[in-house]
């Protein structure tokens, strides 16, 4: 069965900072992979998403970054946090094809000071 | 602005009591999908309808897809507090690998 992995559970870093979030898919192969920002008891808001390896699409412009190194590892970076960076992110992968349904890792709680 | 539009925002009922959540759009969709949510947590799919029309029951759940499949609705029978969570609806369209979320309607069950 598939799993997806997603760390830290929380984190909370300092203005200016640089940050690394990690996500990891098992049990598929070539998976679409997306990260979502969620604020507290709202919707979710796509960030990036990705159909394949090194294959990056950015819907909201900001100063985080995605990168997708190995077929089922994407990453989530940012070189300098800003205080509206905080919030819940959220992983997710598909099968290919985007009436899929999503499933969602346990996401990370971001606190930025 | 939200292509999907979830109404109502917030709803608190006793145990027992039926409840109706709305997912509306002027857009066409492909499928759409209903998410649970729970605090510190990722959704958990509930359900996918992909057919104008088409109504799924899932034990006390009933989804509802529009004939012209721009709208849906999921109704809980006699809610539980285990029926606590923000409830998520998600449309998808042909050629796109996005899903588009509405912004959620947090569901509360008391004892």
């Known amino acids: 069965s598939q799993t997806i992995h997603q760390w830290p559970a929380t984190l909370v870093q300092p203005v200016g900072s640089p940050l690394s979030l990690e996500c990891t898919v098992e049990g598929t192969s070539n998976p679409n992979l997306y990260w979502y920002r969620q604020a507290a008891g709202r919707g979710l808001q796509l960030l990036f998403y990705s159909v394949g390896i090194g294959q990056i699409s950015s819907e909201v412009p900001q100063n985080l970054s995605a990168s997708r190194p190995q077929d089922r590892q994407f990453i989530l970076s940012s070189k300098k946090l800003l205080l509206s960076d905080s919030g819940f992110y959220l992983c997710?992968?598909?099968?290919?094809?985007?009436?899929?349904?999503?499933?969602f890792g346990d996401g990370t709680r971001l606190s930025i000071l | 602005t939200q292509l999907l539009e979830q109404s109502p925002q917030f709803l608190s009922i006793q145990e027992g009591e039926n409840l109706t959540v709305y997912c509306n759009s002027s857009?066409?969709?492909?499928?759409l999908q209903w998410y649970r949510q729970e605090p510190g947590e990722g959704p958990v799919l509930l359900v996918t309808v992909v057919t104008g029309g088409e109504v799924k029951k899932l034990k006390r759940l009933t989804f509802q897809f529009g004939d012209a499949r721009k709208d849906s609705s999921l109704h809980i029978t006699a809610a539980q507090p285990g029926d606590t969570g923000l409830y998520l609806c998600a449309g998808a369209r042909s050629n796109d690998y996005k899903l588009s979320f509405g912004a959620g309607t947090t569901v509360t069950v008391r004892a």
């Open positions: 997710a992968w598909s099968l290919l094809g985007g009436t899929q349904p999503q499933h």
């Open positions: 857009s066409v969709f492909s499928s």
